[in-house]
């Protein structure tokens, strides 16, 4: 097996490092997991995208480490029930009603695990 680049062993590290820092905090080593097994298929020469998602997983691993952190979720807001029942959401909620514009966060999809990790 031939030995791995500067920027495979940081990823490497980086993995690591945010499992560590998941530790005790609920959906955090799950997600951890998920997000890496999500971009695991991304080739080799998409330098770009891989350095770009390594420098969100440091940002992310600074904030698990920051001790402010309590759970790591996803970047989806729920509704409240006072929500549902009138109808309209409240500003910056994610609604899918007749409006075809692309949002920031529209992308993102979060993995389906139960809250145990399993």
């Known amino acids: 097996m031939s030995r791995h680049s500067r ?7 980086l993995y690591r490092e945010l499992l560590r820092a998941g530790r005790g905090k609920p959906g955090a080593e799950a ?4 997000e890496f097994r999500q971009h695991a298929c991304l ?3 998409d330098v770009l995208r891989i ?6 997983g ?12 309590t759970a790591m979720g996803a970047f989806v807001r729920t509704q409240d029930p006072t929500e549902e029942s009138n109808g309209a959401g409240a500003p910056g ?10 949002r920031p966060l529209d992308s993102i999809r979060t993995p389906k695990t139960p809250l ?3």
Do not use: F, I, K
Not at 58 to 69: D, E, F, T, W, Y
């Open 43 to 45: 080739p080799r020469s």
């Open 51 to 56: 350095e770009y998602l390594y420098r969100r």
């Open 116 to 118: 145990d990790g399993r």
């Open 7 to 13: 920027l495979q062993r940081q990823v490497l590290s």
């Open 93 to 102: 909620t994610l609604s899918n009603e007749g409006d075809d514009r692309r």
């Open 31 to 34: 997600r951890v997991r998920a």
């Open 58 to 69: 440091r940002r992310q691993l600074q904030m698990l480490r920051s001790g402010h952190a």
